[in-house]
């Protein structure tokens, strides 16, 4: 019993010894870590001279000059970049208005004789004075929709109504510019009166279109021995047409 009791107090101690002696290690290692701590932040900051303050300021000096050469590559980086961006944009720029300029440019169409409706209007207009100036757009646009000559229509115009010059009283009064007969009558003659000049010459294409285009007559040969009774109507119809399309 007494040899068991001498080893247990013999561990006993030793575990005692072995606690303390780790306390006290443990201690020394926080104060060796806490003496390096310190002793650091004294050297650096007291003695601006000593080595160890030239080496942290080289250190930073360094990390300066890197971050600068960092800006200046980061700027560099930039520029190039927004350059690149820039020749980009300007191609783009020009695709879209090279696109703009064959895709928006208004076109009017050929409509008769290699004119558009506003060139033909023009043209009959050079020849339509008097009370029927600037008809010219009305009696192409409606004789197109008919299927009739323009020329020839207002060359019939001219012929029937003088209007190349002054208008008939037929025109002035009645709005007859075909001499169209027929009811209501203009001043209780044979000829008809229309409530406005453009119904007027509506009522004159629609007439040359029913009555002798509807049937073939399509030339002034054609038409002259039905329209009218004179032998010379043909020729001056056709004299009216070429100073139409001289104008």
């Not at 050079?126 to 020839?152: C, E, F, H, N, W």
């Not at 000049?197 to 073939?216: P, Q, S, T, V």
């Amino acid at each position: 019993m007494k040899k068991v009791s001498k080893l247990s107090l013999t561990l006993a101690s030793l575990g005692v010894f072995m606690i303390g002696l780790a306390s006290v290690l443990q201690y020394q290692a926080f104060k060796m870590e806490s003496d390096n701590t310190v002793a650091y932040e004294k050297v650096t900051m007291k003695d601006m001279n000593s080595g160890t303050v030239e080496k942290v300021n080289n250190k930073n000096d360094v990390s300066e000059e890197e971050s600068n050469n960092n800006e200046e590559i980061s700027d560099t980086n930039n520029a190039n970049q927004e350059e690149v961006e820039e020749v980009v944009i300007e191609e783009e720029l020009e695709d879209v208005k090279t696109y703009s300029e064959v895709n928006t440019v208004p076109v009017d169409p050929i409509v008769y004789d290699g004119l558009t409706m506003n060139q033909l209007a023009d043209k009959l207009n050079r020849s339509l004075k008097s009370t029927i100036s600037g008809k010219g757009y009305l009696i192409a646009s409606y004789s197109l929709q008919l299927g009739v000559d323009p020329y020839m229509a207002t060359a019939i115009i001219l012929h029937e109504t003088g209007c190349n010059g002054t208008c008939s009283a037929l025109v002035r009064e009645c709005n007859n510019v075909g001499g169209q007969k027929g009811g209501p009558s203009c001043g209780g003659g044979a000829y008809k009166a229309y409530p406005t000049l453009d119904e007027g010459i509506m009522g004159y294409l629609d007439n040359l279109y029913r009555n002798y285009y509807a049937y073939g007559l399509t030339t002034v040969e054609a038409i002259a021995p039905k329209y009218a009774a004179s032998t010379t109507w043909a020729s001056k119809v056709n004299n009216y047409i070429a100073l139409i399309k001289s104008r």
